[in-house]
């Protein structure tokens, strides 16, 4: 079956510009989430979504982020007035029910704020 | 809170040689999971191998196998006859098992291996 898809594969944009990055978990995963990854460093976590609700926003790094999840299914990160510390590797991830915890992740989408 | 530490930085190893990459953690929790996680110049994140906490046996799928030591809070993965598509970033991580909470991640250990 289809994986985590996520769009666009790459995205540059000026400072000071918004950007969207969307996200499209597996079909049937309640739970979806964002983590960031910046070159050379590991994966922070950024937001969980379980249904359309965010119980953790708590690694959103600024109020210049935020996301929302519609009908339970798509995601979309948005990100205001972007700054070139925002450049970086974006990752998605789902799963299924609270008792799973694997996470399949998508391919990411890499930012570049010139 | 959780913390995740690999201390190698970047290894690499002959084609067919085994190799094992470290990881500890540090969590006040008795019931999480443990992964690995495999990233290819792809970007894709792929999983390699979890482990429960409450299962003393230490995981293994086919190449790959992990040594977990509880009281020592080490989870380390070893690859044997080590194939040229196993070059990649390897993630440790760490969840909680209360739930879909996030993946707390280790910074990496790039692995090349040689031809």
């Known amino acids: 079956g289809a994986g985590v898809s996520q769009s666009p594969s790459n995205k540059v944009t000026e400072k000071g510009k918004d950007v969207e990055l969307r996200c499209d978990p597996i079909?049937?995963?309640?739970?979806l989430y964002w983590y960031r990854q910046s070159l050379g460093q590991g994966l922070e976590f950024l937001i969980y979504?379980?249904?359309?609700?965010?119980?953790?926003k708590s690694g959103l790094p600024s109020d210049r982020f935020s996301a929302e999840r519609t009908g339970g299914s798509v995601s979309t990160l948005t990100i205001q007035r972007t700054q070139q510390e925002d450049s970086a590797v974006y990752l998605c991830?789902?799963?299924?029910?609270?008792?799973?915890?694997?996470?399949?992740f998508g391919p990411g989408t890499r930012l570049t704020v010139l | 809170a959780q913390t995740v530490t690999q201390s190698q930085p970047e290894m690499s190893v002959q084609e067919a040689e085994t190799v094992t990459l470290s990881c500890t953690y540090d969590?006040?929790?008795?019931?999480?999971?443990l992964f690995w996680y495999k990233q290819p110049p792809s970007r894709q994140m792929i999983l390699v191998i979890r482990?429960?906490?409450?299962?003393?046996q230490n995981a293994t799928e086919n190449r790959f196998s992990v040594n977990f030591q509880k009281a020592a809070k080490s989870f380390s993965l070893k690859i044997s006859d080590s194939q040229l598509g196993d070059t990649a970033m390897y993630f440790c991580?760490?969840?909680?098992?209360?739930?879909?909470?996030?993946?707390?991640f280790g910074t990496g250990t790039r692995l090349t291996i040689i031809p």
């Open positions: 991830a789902s799963s299924l029910a609270l008792e799973h915890n694997e996470q399949f």
């Open positions: 079909s049937g995963h309640t739970a």
């Open positions: 979504f379980q249904g359309n609700s965010a119980p953790d």
């Open positions: 969590t006040s929790e008795n019931n999480y999971y």
């Open positions: 482990q429960e906490a409450y299962k003393q």
């Open positions: 991580a760490f969840i909680s098992n209360f739930g879909n909470e996030k993946l707390t």
